[in-house]
């Protein structure tokens, strides 16, 4: 009770019962950046980098309800590996595909 009021003074949010709480999105990075080299690679690592920024943003604002910066880490480091894998690869494909087209003009005589 406040001294002056007479009212009680609000309490502060609940600890859960084992201490913090893992962070919702950083698990999510986490599961997204992993599904990234299974299942769908752009979008699941785009998707594996949103989270694990918001994440840890998150948790820098609460450090004391929520945990799983680690997770949120290895989200991005799996979101942002698959990414440059896939632009490594894109590059890859046009300077291929490229020569090709080049070697082919060469044959047919057209440049």
Avoid: K
Avoid at 23 to 47: D, E, N, Q, R, Y
């Amino acid at each position: 009770m406040e001294p002056t009021s007479g009212t009680p003074s609000p309490m502060p949010p609940a600890l859960p019962a084992g201490g913090r709480q893992t962070s919702a999105l950083a698990i999510a990075s986490l599961v997204t950046g992993v599904l990234s080299w299974v299942v769908a690679p752009v979008v699941a690592s785009l998707v594996a980098v949103v989270c694990g920024h918001l994440a840890r943003a998150e948790i820098r604002r609460e450090p004391g309800r929520l945990e799983g910066d680690g997770l949120a880490v290895a989200g991005l480091i799996l979101g942002y590996a698959n990414l440059a894998t896939a632009a490594l690869a894109l590059l890859v494909a046009v300077v291929f595909f490229g020569g090709l087209l080049g070697l082919g003009a060469l044959g047919a005589g057209w440049a």
